[in-house]
């Protein structure tokens, strides 16, 4: 056996379940990362990549996009799933040929992600025509002419391309210009079905689509709020910034339906009160919302403001921003005036009690950010709720000033920076124009395809190529059972990856496995020399980013040539883009981008310098706000929340602490204290007596959405702490259940975390069957 390659697949009926834990990290985080690291690279190995993850001229990490510090850095400048991601990474597991010669498709359909990424890296491009039942090799020119075929024999719109947010800047602007260049804009992305949501509020109301705080803001803040985020897990580094910011006698707010543990405590594992003391206690208020209710929340808090504006004038709105700034306050205050608290603490399960002291802490502050990722994203009323977070906001000025802003904290590494670097299946006329001067081309102007529209186009045949740079989209999208069968229907799919994944085996009638360098790797086989990439994180600092292990096969190409190799075998020798001099040299790429993106003026020269560069933002720079009126805007939205009919409850997904999205590093959800099993429904215990079921008991999940019902078998409930209504599932397990038309309005982002779920004991089923 290779490295210890898990023979056996995730056994549901092992499943463990303990306490939820109080308090994240500690030494425990520092054993896990290192075991896992040494298990599937080596001590090495494991601590050459270690010690370089996250330094100057280092790796940056590829587990998620919160930024690193612009001044001094520790020796370890990473946090326990970091050190897992590149664990996963640089594996030396290897997926040959001779593994997809033994593992027939229809044998890799019955495995879960857990064992099919955990069998390694892939080290061979791979092919599979129609009527195989198996992958083979395939020769990297062959493969490319394969994919020229195909986009040459159909229209343009008829191809998609779509990208992870793990994918460089240099790669992701050759992927937009490769895809403009057929002429589509079909470039979904996973942005699409994460932070779309934050988008589509921010550009209109402060017209930038990101965040306007930098790391410096998040120590210096009077009050933050973690509003909809599991740091402790998804962001764990986010931890230590809090931590400052409480030492420096800032104040935390959480808002969250889950007590998550790293929302309470934190024991840094690089300190002496982190190690063998108490740790740093995080939280100073928790409120315990219903799924859906933090628009009800924001709204509440905006009119206790101004209700205590009209008590002490003065004392809480910052009129003088307000006047100059931005447009719409009068409107909103009328918006707000009145208030239905019992409709408010409906929707959020939360006491007026608890609004009201969270309002105290919001008048007393001089510099307030608020934090939020997924858990306000994902559903039909997402933007109106973050929207409203920007009318709080603004009420007190907080933009533009130390400690204060506004921060989408965003998943994929460099999930920002593939946006800015133009994958948007919207792009702004001034992109395409700017393209279109540069390279000689004819961008195509009608807009493209986002991600739940690919899953629609898939389902009516409108798709005969599919490219996914990164990702797996067959199981992070909505709707797994219908976007799988009608995946394998497209005509050519083609994967550039590192693992084998869900994606891999759902394939379209031929499809392609082409095997990529990951961020540790050494990226040299070019005339030039090494090359650098470059990443963009959450406060929109740009920086490099280069591996420096060797490579687990020396069939691997790195994704700029592959992206060259594709354009070049699609497009002919005479197509105006010169696509070779870019995979040879990516300061070619960089001169480009200089020349295309604002903000990137002398790209080569500022990405070497220490920290890289942060990109200009106006609302943080110089308080302006560069919206279609020039100014920020405050809106009014209606109430809105979660309803369950009698009998059903509200599902959302979270991610496990041991997995990255869809990719599962191993079975221990440590904190939340479930191991060993991963089809789990968390519940309140209430809610479980009224609908008659037990703890652990077997329940089949019937989803509802406008009348069609989606299904998923074989959950196991687990008594949890969260609100009545409520329940909690695990990404991307419950996709099944998520129906392609659930979305966020405007964003279009899938419902992950807004569906009306009711349970069948699963028993029952068995017996009615038999
Ligand atoms: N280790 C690890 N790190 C990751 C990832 C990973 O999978 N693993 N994924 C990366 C990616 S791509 C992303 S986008 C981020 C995701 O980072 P998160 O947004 O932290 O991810 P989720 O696990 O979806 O957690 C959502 C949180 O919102 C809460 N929540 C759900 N519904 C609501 C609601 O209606 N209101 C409020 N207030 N809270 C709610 C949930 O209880 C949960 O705590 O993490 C990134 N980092
Ligand atoms: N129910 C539910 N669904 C969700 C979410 C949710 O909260 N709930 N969250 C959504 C969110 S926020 C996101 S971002 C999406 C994630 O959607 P994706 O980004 O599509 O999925 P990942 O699981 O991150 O992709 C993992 C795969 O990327 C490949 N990979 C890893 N590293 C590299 C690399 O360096 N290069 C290349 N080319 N490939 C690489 C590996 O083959 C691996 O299998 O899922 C979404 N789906
Ligand atoms: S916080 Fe995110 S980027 Fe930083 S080390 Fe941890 S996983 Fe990596
Ligand atoms: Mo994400």
Not at 222 to 242: D, K, Y
Request: proline share 5%.
């Amino acid at each position: 056996m290779k490295r210890g390659a898990p023979v056996d697949d995730i056994n549901e009926d092992d499943l463990l379940v303990g306490k939820p834990k109080k308090s994240a990290a500690g030494l425990k985080a520092v054993e896990v990362a290192l075991e896992r690291g040494i298990a599937q690279a080596g001590v090495t190995r494991t601590m050459q990549s270690l010690l370089r993850l996250n330094q100057r001229d280092g790796t940056d990490c590829p587990g998620c996009a919160w930024p690193e510090s612009q001044g001094t850095r520790k020796p370890a400048e990473f946090c326990e799933n970091g050190a897992k991601a590149v664990a996963e990474e640089n594996t030396l597991r290897t997926v040959t040929p001779e593994f997809w010669a033994r593992h027939s498709i229809a044998e890799l359909a019955t495995k879960t992600e857990y064992w099919l990424g955990n069998q390694g890296r892939i080290t061979h491009p791979m092919v599979i025509r129609p009527g195989d039942t198996h992958y083979s090799p395939i020769a990297w020119q062959e493969a490319f002419d394969l994919i020229g075929e195909h986009i040459r024999a159909t229209t343009p719109e008829r191809t998609v391309f779509y990208t992870s947010g793990r994918t460089a800047n240099e790669t992701a602007f050759m992927y937009q210009l490769f895809a403009r260049s057929i002429g589509t804009n079909n470039l979904p992305d996973c942005s699409n079905m994460c932070h779309e949501s934050s988008g589509s509020a921010l550009n209109p109301t402060i017209g930038i689509g990101k965040g306007t705080v930098s790391l410096e803001d998040i120590h210096t803040a009077e009050l933050i709020f973690v509003v909809g985020q599991n740091p402790g897990t998804n962001h764990p580094r986010m931890l230590s910034a809090l931590a400052d910011c409480k030492s420096n006698g800032g104040k935390i707010v959480a808002v969250n339906p889950l007590p998550e543990a790293g929302l309470f405590n934190f024991k840094d594992p690089q300190s002496v009160s982190g190690v063998i003391g108490n740790g740093s206690s995080l939280a100073d208020e928790f409120l315990p919302i219903k799924v859906g209710g933090d628009l009800a929340l924001f709204q509440a808090l905006g009119h206790l403001l101004l209700e205590e504006e009209e008590r002490v004038p003065g004392s809480v709105v910052d009129h003088e921003f307000i006047a100059t700034n931005t447009e719409g306050f009068a409107a909103y205050r009328a918006a707000r005036k009145e208030l239905d608290w019992a409709e408010i603490e409906t929707a959020t399960g939360l006491s007026r009690l608890q609004i009201s002291t969270v309002a105290q802490m919001l008048v007393k502050s001089k510099a307030t950010i608020i934090c939020w990722a997924l858990g306000l994203t994902q559903q039909p009323h997402s933007v109106d709720t973050i929207k409203e977070i920007i009318n709080v906001l603004l009420l007190q000025g907080n933009f533009g000033k130390p400690g204060a802003g506004a921060c989408p904290v965003r998943g994929h590494s460099n999930v920002q920076g593939d946006r800015t670097m133009g994958i948007w299946e919207k792009p702004k006329e001034w992109l395409l124009a700017a393209l279109d001067q540069e390279f000689g081309i004819v961008s195509p102007r009608e807009h493209g395809l986002d991600s739940v529209e690919t899953v629609e186009a898939f389902e009516n045949d409108d798709v005969d190529v599919f490219v996914s740079m990164g990702g797996n989209f067959a199981l992070a999208c909505s709707d797994t059972e219908v976007l799988e069968a009608s995946m394998q229907r497209v005509g050519l799919t083609v994967h550039i990856s590192t693992k084998p994944n869900r994606s891999n085996v759902m394939h379209g009638q031929t499809s392609l496995i082409l095997p990529t360098l990951g961020r540790t790797d050494t990226d040299d086989k070019h005339p030039g020399g090494r090359q650098i990439l470059s990443v963009e994180d959450s406060m929109s600092c740009v920086h490099s980013t280069q591996g420096r292990l060797t490579p687990v096969s020396e069939h691997l190409l790195a994704e700029p040539v592959i992206v060259a190799r594709m354009a070049a075998a699609t497009l002919g020798p005479e197509h105006a883009v010169d696509w070779k001099a870019m995979a040879d040299d990516y300061d070619v790429i960089r001169d480009h981008i200089s020349r295309v993106l604002p903000g990137f003026e002398d790209f080569n020269k500022r990405l070497r310098t220490k920290n890289g560069f942060i990109l200009p933002n106006p609302p943080r720079d110089t308080r302006s706000f560069a919206t279609d009126i020039g100014q920020a805007r405050f809106t009014v939205s209606p109430l809105e929340y979660l309803k369950a009919p009698e009998g059903h409850l509200i599902l959302q997904t979270v991610r496990s602490h041991d997995q990255y999205n869809t990719t599962f590093y191993g079975q221990d959800d440590r904190y939340r204290g479930i191991s060993n099993g991963r089809r789990v429904i968390l519940i309140n215990q209430d809610d479980a007596a009224e609908l008659g079921f037990q703890d652990r008991e077997l329940v089949d999940v019937v989803s509802t959405f406008q009348g069609q019902e989606r299904r998923a078998d074989k959950f196991r409930l687990v008594f949890y702490p969260t609100p009545r209504g409520c329940a909690a599932a695990y990404f991307p397990e419950a996709n099944a259940l998520v129906h392609r038309e659930l979305v966020a309005r405007e964003s279009n982002t899938p419902g992950y975390k807004a569906m009306t779920v009711r349970f069948l004991p699963h028993e029952e089923q068995v017996r009615q069957l038999s």
